[in-house]
């Protein structure tokens, strides 16, 4: 059996972290810097990722921080940002691979290219990063990589086959990665947060399907998901990376989905319906085969 990795040395290393222009990733580069790593920012908005790293700056000046501003669905330039990044900072500790997208709608209204471009935010272009930075990552004894899945890489919901689907790979491909670097020195994080407060609501795509009542009701319903605070969040995955912990599960909305899921898996979602609507009726409620399930407990 392998031997258990020290504890992750976050000062003097140097993190990898993308989506860390806002929300969960704005978070983490504001923790990784308080911890002393230096930063390799990866953002699509330009404007939000200078203000970070501006404040980063502001609060630490001697800290090395680079940003590098890049749209991860163009998984053809990942070479290229990489061997600017990997040129400019040959000693790579960590690798956070957390931006991603969401795109609401059922799965006939989705496009194909819709599908694919979740696919390639969410799945591939994290793959393709851990790709190009393991060398790097096993150069260094002690690294470390975070996967940021979702409690949609533990349920599907219906109206999420696109999102449900690349989050669902993401832990796979984490999981089985794990194993094959078990006894090398980096160890693997997976995450599979509830709802965060982000801005992930606000820049969601819904399908080229879907109606106009279809997408406000949709963003609305999506929104009041996201009430767990990012900056408690990030500090849990920090925490994580530091003990090395396999697998993250972030607010009681991934926690009771992850049972329910182990408990009735063919069926957790009549389960989860259920669960809600004994919430808003004070009622309890009937479990997928016909015994009572009481919530609050």
């Known amino acids: ?49 200078a203000a970070v790293a501006d404040r980063i700056a502001e609060d630490r000046p001697t800290l090395p921080v680079d940003t590098h501003v890049a749209d991860l669905a163009d998984t053809a330039g990942l070479d290229a940002l990489v061997a600017r990044i990997t040129a400019a900072h040959p000693r790579i500790t960590l690798l956070v691979n957390n931006a991603g997208v969401a795109l609401g709608g059922r799965f ?28 790097h990552l096993l150069r ?21 086959t696109a999102y449900a689907a690349s989050k669902f790979g993401l832990r796979g491909f984490s999981e089985s990665l794990r194993h094959e670097l078990a006894g090398r020195a980096t160890g693997v994080t997976t995450v599979h947060p509830g709802g965060i407060r982000t801005r992930i609501a ?13 997408a406000r ?7 009041k998901l996201l009430s767990y605070p990012a900056d408690k969040a990030a ?16 607010a009681p909305s991934a926690v009771v989905p992850d049972l329910l899921s182990r408990l009735f898996p063919t069926s957790y979602m009549t389960v989860l319906d259920r669960l809600r609507s004994s919430a808003a009726t004070g009622r309890p409620a009937r479990g997928a085969r016909g015994g009572r399930v009481r919530s609050g407990r």
């Open 217 to 223: 009701a949709g963003k609305e319903s999506f929104a």
């Open 202 to 214: 606000e820049t969601a795509r819904l399908a080229a399907g879907t109606t106009e009542a279809e």
């Open 140 to 160: 260094s004894p002690g690294s470390h990589i975070v996967n940021v899945s979702s409690v949609f890489g533990l349920i599907a919901p219906p109206g999420q």
């Open 108 to 135: 006939e209204q989705v496009t194909a290219e819709e599908f694919d471009w979740v696919m390639a935010v969410n799945f591939r272009a994290p793959v393709a990063l851990t790709r190009l930075f393991l060398p």
């Open 235 to 250: 500090e849990q995955i920090l925490a994580a990376v530091r003990t090395r912990r396999a697998r993250l599960l972030i």
């Open 1 to 49: 059996m392998p031997a258990a990795l020290a504890p992750y040395r976050f000062a003097g290393g140097t993190a990898v972290l993308t989506g860390a222009a806002s929300g969960m990733g704005e978070q983490l580069a504001y923790g990784l810097a308080a911890r002393g790593s230096g930063l390799v920012l990866i953002d699509r908005d330009a404007d939000r990722l």
